[in-house]
């Protein structure tokens, strides 16, 4: 009898022993995965950190502030802000452009009329703006950097100072990979890029550092 009580107590312990555990893992089971939230956390903001989205862009915006649908370029407008005031006329027949710090000609269209992209680059050594000797055809990126995309005709911010602008094409300095015959070109009239045969003739805007 007595041996009966004990397996009996013994049963009972056992079962209570292994209900207690397989309650514990049950509520193990349900918690959330504490280190794996830290993991994602922590490579979402390495993600972050990598994507350059802490405010201190370097690329700047584009000037599009109008808004066409929910997150397009008008409604989110990332980028580097624009400076306030963007241009600064130096009173010598130059501007300074305080986003970029590239120092431009006042007078956008320094070959008086059109030229073709040799005649664009040589011309720079016979500009004197300013009285600086070290003016030159602008790269691609350079030329592109005056462009407003919310503006048009010209494509230029509301309250730029140069004179001369032509609604046309520009030449640049630099040439299309696939093409050593061509030149890029911006138009304009509405930003538009493209390249042309350097035979061709464009309006010529010369910038210096």
Not at 33 to 39: E, L, P, V
Not at 41 to 68: C, D, M, Y
Not at 108 to 130: F, M, P
């Amino acid at each position: 009898m007595k041996f009966n009580k004990l397996s009996m107590l013994i049963f009972v312990l056992i079962t209570l022993n292994l209900s207690v555990f397989l309650l514990a893992a049950c509520h193990l089971q349900g918690q959330p995965d504490k280190t794996a939230d830290n993991a994602a956390a922590a490579q979402t903001s390495i993600n972050h950190s990598r994507s350059g989205n802490q405010q201190t862009w370097r690329v700047p915006q584009t000037g599009q502030t109008r808004k066409f649908m929910t997150s397009d370029d008008g409604d989110l407008r990332y980028g580097k802000p624009w400076p306030e005031p963007r241009f600064i006329k130096n009173g010598d027949d130059t501007v300074t452009d305080n986003l970029s710090g590239l120092m431009w000609t006042r007078n956008a269209n320094k070959a008086n009329g059109k030229a073709d992209w040799e005649q664009a680059i040589l011309g720079a050594g016979n500009c004197t703006d300013g009285g600086h000797t070290n003016w030159r055809l602008p790269n691609r990126i350079e030329l592109e950097s005056l462009i407003d995309l919310g503006k048009f005709n010209p494509a230029l911010p509301a309250d730029h100072p140069f004179i001369g602008v032509q609604p046309s094409y520009y030449w640049t300095s630099t040439t299309p990979s696939n093409n050593e015959d061509h030149a890029w070109v911006i138009h304009f009239y509405i930003g538009f890029v493209t390249h042309d045969d350097k035979g061709g003739s464009h309006y010529v805007w010369y910038v210096r550092n």
